[in-house]
């Protein structure tokens, strides 16, 4: 019988890049999940089927995990394996199959959601018991192995689930006790490419290093503060601080034009409060709503041209599924 593990796509709340420099960031999760089976196989090889991404029959003698050439659609799967393989001292053949309820287009996570299900799903398969932290810190460095770049915020909102309050690296991982937050998304119809965004920020760094820290601290400053509005559920606040941290990106020159028209056309309809979610460059808007009002800021974000993403917020982290 195959093993089957889930996790959810996430969104960020506040505190984009900032949380790559050592800043904490507000990440919730969202109920578009990540399903990967796996199940031993005798002859020593990986096979591997992620029907989503169009990659069929990929196959690789375990002895070569990691090694060659890797297609980017089988880039984490083999990673992660030859991690946990690796550390676990483990020798055997494999079958993965990965499912994904989520477009790869949007920003919610994908390849940080296959790796964590991926390593829980080969945890329970070798009978090797993991904690939460144990399987960010082996997601976390085959994320890291791949991209170089990255806080892992998107790691451990696909592990804790619900909404955290995260520092790089999973220095500080902690689950804040709230319940479900009305969120539209709108999508901005360009994919944003994550590595590309650090890397202008990291050119803008370079040229005016103070300029931008100072804006990091601004960040950071009104992340701490947001938390607290989270908590004590004062969404006026919590929504001004996300106008204000929309402000600083579009400072750091990671907003877009659409991105723009979308958060104006949902503050117009009335939010508490909008702002790009994720790297910039495109991808996703996001907007806090009331139950009343949700409706109306959906449409008026279609409007302009933004595509709504149907999501729930603050769903569980990664699970064995039945
Ligand atoms: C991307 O969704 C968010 C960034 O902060 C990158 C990261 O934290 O890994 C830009």
Redesign the pocket.
């Known amino acids: 019988m195959p093993i089957t593990v889930s996790a959810p796509g996430k969104l960020?709340l506040l505190g984009?890049?900032a949380?790559?420099y050592g800043h904490p960031?507000l990440v919730t999760t969202v109920n578009q999940r990540m399903r990967v089976a796996v199940e031993k196989l005798s002859p020593s090889i990986l096979t591997l089927e992620a029907e989503d991404v169009e990659l069929i029959g990929y196959k690789k003698p375990i002895r070569k995990l990691g090694k060659g050439k890797i297609p980017k659609r089988a880039m984490f799967i083999e990673i992660a394996m030859r991690n946990f393989f690796y550390k676990y001292s483990i020798q055997s053949g494999l079958n993965v199959i990965t499912k994904s309820e989520f477009s790869p287009q949007f920003?919610f996570g994908s390849s940080s959601a296959v790796t964590v299900c991926l390593i829980k799903a080969l945890s329970e398969l070798f009978k090797i018991n993991l904690t939460l932290q144990e399987i960010f810190d082996l997601s976390y460095k085959t994320i890291s192995d791949i991209q170089k770049?990255?806080?892992?915020?998107?790691a451990a909102a696909a592990i804790y689930g619900g909404t955290l309050y995260f520092t790089a690296g999973g220095k500080i991982i902690e689950p804040l006790p709230i319940d479900e937050l009305n969120l539209v998304v709108g999508y901005s119809g360009v994919k944003a490419d994550?590595v590309s965004?650090?890397n202008l920020l990291k050119e803008k760094i370079y040229t005016y290093k103070s300029g931008v820290e100072k804006i990091f601290d601004k960040i950071a400053d009104l992340v701490k503060e947001a938390k607290k509005s989270l908590l004590s559920k004062d969404w006026i606040r919590f929504g001004t601080l996300m106008n204000f941290n929309q402000d600083y990106l579009e400072d750091l020159g990671l907003s877009t034009e659409k991105l723009g028209s979308m958060i104006l056309a949902a503050r117009k309809a009335g939010v508490y409060g909008a702002k790009l979610s994720?790297?910039g460059g495109g991808d996703c808007m996001i907007a806090l709503v009331t139950p009343e009002n949700k409706k109306q800021v959906a449409t008026a974000i279609e409007r302009v041209g933004g595509e709504i993403v149907e999501v729930t917020t603050n769903v569980e982290g990664v699970k064995s599924e039945k």
């Open positions: 960020m984009e890049h949380v790559v960031c920003g770049e990255g806080s892992g915020f998107d994550t965004m650090i994720g790297a």
